[in-house]
Nanobody
Framework: QVHMVQSGGGLVQAGGSLRLSCAAS????????MGWYRQAPGNQRELVAS???????NYAESVKGRFTISRDNAKNTVYLQMNSLKPEDTAVHYC?????????????WGQGTQVTVSS
């Protein structure tokens, strides 16, 4: 079992910055991709950014140039640095980790953290 714990988030004015962290712990064999999704009220959950174990990254068009995803493989932790925040970034943000247990890959999720950007 893998447990994901998120930290960070909160309330910030438009143009401000926030940093999210998410650490995986437990019976970890190896973790492939890690990343972040978000879900605003009334909307579907959408991918914000992802990063492979080798460091390759992928971003939603709406956050390119503003958000940066990174990870510390030794700590099984993924980060999301969010700059130039906009009111439309307001959402609950969820981290995930794709855990490779040998014969299968299981996606584990964090508990979610609210990011609110005021105009």
């Amino acid at each position: 079992q893998v447990h994901m714990v998120q930290s960070g988030g909160g309330l910030v004015q438009a143009g401000g910055s926030l940093r999210l962290s998410c650490a995986a712990s437990g019976s970890i064999f190896s973790i492939n991709a890690m990343g972040w999704y978000r879900q605003a009220p009334g909307n579907q959950r959408e991918l914000v950014a992802s990063i492979t174990s080798g460091g390759s990254t992928n971003y939603a068009e709406s956050v390119k140039g503003r958000f940066t995803i990174s990870r510390d493989n030794a700590k099984n932790t993924v980060y999301l640095q969010m700059n130039s925040l906009k009111p439309e970034d307001t959402a609950v943000h969820y981290c995930y980790a794709d855990h490779n247990a040998g014969s299968s890959t299981v996606r584990y999720w964090g508990q979610g953290t609210q990011v609110t950007v005021s105009s």
